[in-house]
């Protein structure tokens, strides 16, 4: 018997957490500054005074996102692996895509 090689792409949610320092003259100014960061990408800031340590991903949080909470998108696909182009077949939102 042949066999035939798929793979499943599943979406999840994670937090990642980013150590990063920031020079000011107080604890205060400091404080300030590291919470208007919120509004913005800590990894592109245009800020001098911020420099980013580390990073790492913190597992603990990792969480299978439902339909529900992906507008209704699926996060679940099934995919078969294919010379040319791999070829969806399934995802948890359609009843499947019907091999041709």
Known sequence: MAQY??????????WERIHFTI???SEEEAAAKAASMIRRDIYFTEEECVRVIET???FDT???ISVEDNA???TK???MVAPHQDKMLADNVNSGVEYE
């Not at 090689?5 to 994670?14: H, L, S």
């Open 5 to 14: 090689d798929f793979y499943q792409d599943q979406k999840y949610t994670i």
């Open 77 to 79: 696909e099934i995919y």
């Open 72 to 74: 209704g998108n699926a």
């Open 23 to 25: 020079e000011a003259r």
């Open 62 to 64: 990792f969480e299978e």
């Open 56 to 58: 790492e991903i913190l």
